[in-house]
């Protein structure tokens, strides 16, 4: 489909990629990933045609068709989302020209060969046509509309009333309902919520052509990435497989080349303390000579840098009440809007509260009344003991003053603090070095991010709320934000669609649906695996004379009724336990199978240590065989038995989490 060879691009004296080479064919899905500024978005305008590289060569196939996703819209303001996508492309009106023009040909009444000839080309233009969309397909537009979060009300809304992150979904829209050979998404994630992304995961791993994307979302790299292309400091990496693959064999390959590099260091270093000892002895000038010319033609083994979890220390909290934070009855409304009415809510230490839900549910609205920043029109907002707040959006960035340096803007937020934790902290955050001297003014999108993440968590707070704290940050920088969160010390609630982050920081998931918030103690996968098994069971639509079921003693039966909230936790206890007793069944008898298979491999480790004991060398060769063979099994073993302890954990803690709702 398309064949990139040892392309490089640079700018000024920065290089950003070189030899860079990749073969894309139908079906391939690859994960362009590399941290900001490392040239991901310079490469998708390569592969597009919009940009030369400055050395290497594209070759593409014949009338292969490219959709491009960019980080900058084009306007349409006199257009609804529904006109935009049905507007046909160039192509296709290309091919409605010829039709028409194959048609006039026809009327001419040729000839019977010409007309024969006519009528095929015809034929073809027109399934060319079928094929390509440019029949009415209405209903598909509207179904990848709704998938990415668009209500029917939004479809013949003008464009210019949209936000830019809804605006970048209908472009998104247009392109998956063209169906190009090849798609290319600069951050298609950025303006998505949860729903809205699932959906586009499910739609990319059926899409037919190939993908080349680009994303800071773990989770979504993972489910949608059938390759990933890396651009690494000084090397482009090439790994079949989605991102935890590749992060599991990077530092595999890193390990063997960190060993590659000591044995390569020992050696030169032996050559050259025989240099350094024979150096002034005329007769051993010439193998002197010999070893130095030995070590000058070595390559050496360069190690990329890896950023590794430094460890600092916020300053510590006060200790606020059990109860930090409670909405009472309260009442919110944006015009004859009503977003939530009578909503009680309470917070408790120790929270760490990922609010979920569709784009319009009133997360954000939720976020902002429980930080107190916006105002509400009923009820009441109430702090509990020795609580202080701290929040996190977007504009904080611009908070940030330009002519402080990056330990100055921090002295200012922790005056108390003494230099020497403040650069540490800094380090944390990825500003190490010189980078502490730098001024606000010269920071990138994502730096100034960081910093004021820095800057929030250095403040002595016990309730954090944060709105969308991973946007401007790549893979790495969110890995940080992770790191710190794990080690802040108060009550979290946070909004975002980073669903790694999600999984790794709360330990409470609050879904907000309609202006109703249902709470879900426990982790996201806990959350997921609740709902999944809440729209498993199907509720009876009504009582009618076919809906009869048996009671499962006798002949006795019931009509079917709906079931309560308490049969289906009871279901599901049933389930859970069910699945609990089959698991420790299995790992019994795995504890039993790895008793056997490790008391045969030390009986034969002892007839390995006494070779007396063995009669021949076809014996030897023998137990050699079954002992690989044990070794093997043992292994094997142990990984099911460390994924089952992983699946008995769960259930337990499904099960613990039923029994502390019953209560």
Known sequence: MISVSNIGKSYGDHELFSDLTVNVSAGQRIALIGSNGSGKSTLLDIIAGETSPDSGKISRSRDMVTGYLRQNLVPHPDKTPLDLILEESQGIKDIRQKIEKTYESLSEIPGPRIQSELLRELSRLEETLEDSGGRSKEYESKVILSGL?????????????FSGGWLMRVEL?????????????????????????????????????????????????????????????GEVVRFRGNYDDYVVARENSLKTRESAANRQEREIQRQMRFVDRFRSKARKASQVQSRLKQIERIERIQLPRVTKRINYKFPEPPRSGTEVISLIDLGKAYGDHVIYSDLNLTLKRGDRVAL?????????????????????????????????????????????????????????????????????????????????????????????ARMALAKLLVQPSNLLFMDEPTNHLDITSREILTDALSDYQGTICLITHDRTVIRQVSNKIIEINGGIPTVFSGDYDSYLYRKQQNQSIKKPAGVDGNNILKSGKGDRLTKGRPE?????????????????????????????????????????????????????????????????????????????????????????FQLRDLDTDAK
Do not use: C
């Not at 090849?182 to 791993?205: I, R, V």
């Not at 979920?356 to 954000?364: E, I, L, R």
């Not at 908070?399 to 902290?425: F, G, K, W, Y």
């Open 149 to 161: 979060g668009f209500d029917q009300a939004d479809f013949h809304r003008p464009l210019n009333e």
């Open 173 to 233: 829209s247009k392109l998956l309902f063209t169906k190009p050979d090849l798609l290319l998404l600069d951050e298609p994630t950025n303006h998505l919520d949860l729903e809205a992304n699932l959906w586009l995961e499910k739609f990319l791993q059926s899409f037919t052509g190939a993908v080349i994307f680009t994303s800071h979302d773990r989770a979504f790299l993972n489910q949608v990435a059938t390759m990933v292309l890396a651009i690494e400091p």
């Open 356 to 448: 979920v839900g569709p784009n319009g549910a009133g997360k954000s609205t939720m976020l902002k009344i429980l930080a107190g920043v916006i105002d509400w029109d009923s009820g009441e907002r109430k702090t509990g003991y020795n609580v202080v707040t701290a929040y996190y959006a977007q504009h904080l960035l611009d908070l940030l003053n330009p002519e402080n340096t990056l330990v100055e803007e921090l002295q200012q937020a922790a005056p108390d603090e003494s230099e020497q934790n403040l650069r540490h902290i800094l380090g944390g955050f990825l500003f190490s070095g010189d980078d502490i001297s730098k001024y606000i003014s010269v920071l990138s999108g994502g730096e100034k």
């Open 564 to 652: 309560t909230p308490r049969s289906i936790e009871n279901k599901m206890r049933r389930n859970l336990n069910k699945e609990a007793r089959t698991i420790a069944s299995t790992i019994e008898k795995i504890d039993s199978a790895l008793f056997d298979h490790e008391t045969k491999i030390t009986k034969m480790e002892e007839l390995f240590s006494d070779p007396d004991l063995i009669e021949d060398k076809a014996q030897l060769v023998t137990l050699g065989e079954q002992y690989e063979e044990l070794k093997g099994k043992i292994q094997s073993l142990w990984e099911e038995w460390e994924k089952l302890s992983l699946d008995a954990e769960r259930v337990d």
